[in-house]
């Protein structure tokens, strides 16, 4: 970092888990790897078995497709960078690398919650208009795919290039594993009022908009199953999108109780923590309840791993 007051930085100090004594940091670097390789190979199936698969050639497995994508992109954006600090104790970072991080964290994130949104509106035709959801559906499947991902991009831009543009000065120490907005912003020495108001009105919308979606979505699905007469119809009904809501539960308590407590409840390292659990173990465990809790899946995992091993059989 160059120095004088109000000077740009070219490079920051990720302080990530540097307080920790050595042979803890290596322990987790171990398990964060651990998590990180199962995240990618969970996700990939599901994109191989969703794409290979004929019977999971719908709307509800596209869109599932496209969310192990972005839990893909979202776990490349921070996992590798955070288990090289841990393994080599390199805990520098590009003021390049530091924006553009933060440009596709911000992507990836409200790029999902979108993506979360559509699912769950998918699911809302599913159940309770069921002769009309392959009509509408096979039409716009595509659209609001593109639609989810595409809010991602102005947000990303706006906050990242804003807040990049702003001087630096003093230390360049960001308390966190990733270039989060509020670490970096403590770094900035210029006045940030109205970026501020700008970040958290963005943030509440970006988060809470796709939220009121999804629980408008869920109300009309609710009202719907209550109706169906039968408990085996009920219970047939309510799996159809019991991972989503799962899924979408994870998603949002973890990222809500991150950025909408109250400051004095928010100590650096009990974000890192609570950051922890949406960049790292989210992405881990939505292919896991998808699999695990989804028969079609299940059952399109046996058919792939079954015409694999022919295959090979016929090749040897």
Known sequence: ???????????????????????????????FLIIYLITLMGNSLIILVTLADSMLHSPMYFFLRNLSFLEIGFNLVIVPKMLRTLFTRDTTISFLGCAIQMYFFFFFGVAECFLLATMAYD????????LHYPIIMNRTCTKLAAASWFPGFPVATVQT????????CGTN????????????????CANTALFEIYAINGTILAVMTPCMLILCSYTHVAAAILKIPSAKGKLKAFST???????????????????????????PESKKLLSLSYTIVTPMLNPIIYSLRNKEVKN?????????????NCIL
């Not at 290039?161 to 630096?168: E, N």
Request: hydrophobic letters at 45%; glycine letters at 2%.
């Open 1 to 31: 970092m160059t120095g004088g007051n109000g000077t740009r930085v070219s490079d920051f100090i990720l302080m990530s888990f540097s307080s920790l004594p050595t042979e803890i940091q290596s322990l987790l670097f171990m398990m």
């Open 123 to 130: 699911r809302y035709l599913a159940i309770c208009n069921p």
């Open 161 to 168: 290039t804003w807040l990049f543009s702003f001087p630096f």
């Open 173 to 188: 120490e960001v308390n966190h594993f990733f270039c989060d907005i509020p670490p970096v912003l403590r770094l900035v």
């Open 241 to 267: 999108c019991s991972s989503h809501l799962l899924v979408v539960s994870l998603f949002y308590v973890s990222s809500s109780l991150t950025y909408f407590r109250p400051k004095s409840n928010n100590s």
């Open 300 to 312: 399109a995992l046996s058919r792939t791993f079954h015409k694999a091993i022919n295959l090979r």
